[in-house]
């Protein structure tokens, strides 16, 4: 490692700041809320792009951006070979969109990126335990990343989360807590486990793992050769979008772009705070209802960054936008003809496309998660 590569790490340590009072991340602890003020961490300077110590794409996994991801001088890089995901180019009737299959991630899904840089970061401050809620993915993601750093996890998810996200966490060896009823329910519960002293290694409020979701970012850039116009992408706690939204601004602001590309966040009609909001205003909100759908990865009322989510949308210049069961439905099938076997949280995209104008090419769609995650809720 280069003198001049530690001191760009060195200026990283203390980027974590509340965004209420301003203090940095302790040095001791791993605390996912401000033990003064009880604000939410976030970066406290923009996440800066770095070129130079960003080896080539044939290097697997988003420790080739290391220099980015928020660590200590000398952490170690947890990875199982995350990134490096293809972007396939395919027409959609007379339109050509760029699918970033995300769901050909280790464990199946967008979350590895963001588990390999919190997990890297928990393991670097010496955590030996930790707790997580989940729809399925990010828990199942965060079981394979502990088991690979040695760290003991416990995942809270919903009880009626998909049987195959479920197995998958228990094979990593993490303790599974299924939790009845909704998603917000599995949320509450594991706030419980918190406060009797576990560390909440939550992929909403620690913004570790945001930084690893921004490499799929430069790697959008780097596939393309270029710009992208628009970025469509599913969105429940939004933390993708805010991942995606950091790396193209760190892209733009080191002059390897123009402009940010317009972002299109996608959610469940039955289940749409951010569209709400997005559409009507806040006074909507109190109208919306965590109800059933197909796309129970973005199944989140209250999501915790919902106005930072709505900030990075609306400063692109995007939209969020609602669908119906249906048109997931609809999604899932036409993805699959075109070889591309998605979980239905996924699947939300397809209806986008309608919304893309001329301005939006390149048009890229994030693939989130893997078919096989919710095969047997879906064969039944």
Sequence with gaps: MTQASDRRQALRVGDIVCTACKRPHPAT???????????????GQPLRFLPSDSPPASHRGI??????????????????????????LCQVGEKQIHFKCEHLNPTGSFKDRGSAALVSALLAGGVQQAV???????????AAYAARAGIKARVFVPASASGPKRMQIEAYGAELVPVPGPRSAAAEAVLQAVEAGAVYASHVFQPHGLA?????????????????????????QGTLMLGVAEG??????????????????????????????HT???????????GETLAEGIRVLRPPRGDAVLG?????????????????REGRAALARLGLYVEATSAVVWAALRS????????????????????LKHAA
């Design 312 to 328: 990075a949308v609306e400063r692109s210049g995007g939209s969020i936008i609602a669908v119906e069961e249906g048109e997931i």
């Design 248 to 277: 193209f601004g760190a892209l733009q602001r080191a002059g390897v772009i123009p402009r940010m590309p317009r972002l299109i966040g996608v959610q469940a009609r039955a289940c749409a705070p951010l569209w709400a909001v």
């Design 63 to 88: 420790g080739r951006f290391r220099d980015m991801l928020l660590l200590p001088p000398g952490a170690k890089v947890i990875s199982l070979g995350e990134g490096g995901t293809p972007l396939l």
């Design 29 to 43: 602890g791993f605390p996912h809320r401000c033990p003064r003020c009880g604000g939410l961490y976030d970066f």
């Design 212 to 236: 690893g979701l921004a490499t799929i970012a430069f790697e959008i850039v780097e596939q393309l050769g270029g710009a992208a116009g628009s970025v469509i992408a599913p969105v429940g």
């Design 356 to 375: 893309l104008g001329p301005q939006d090419f390149p048009a890229v769609v994030i693939l989130t998660g893997s078919g096989f995650k919710d095969a």
């Design 280 to 290: 009507g205003g806040a006074s909507k909100l109190e109208w919306v209802m965590e």
């Design 132 to 142: 997580e809620d989940s729809s399925g993915n990010a828990g199942a993601s965060f």
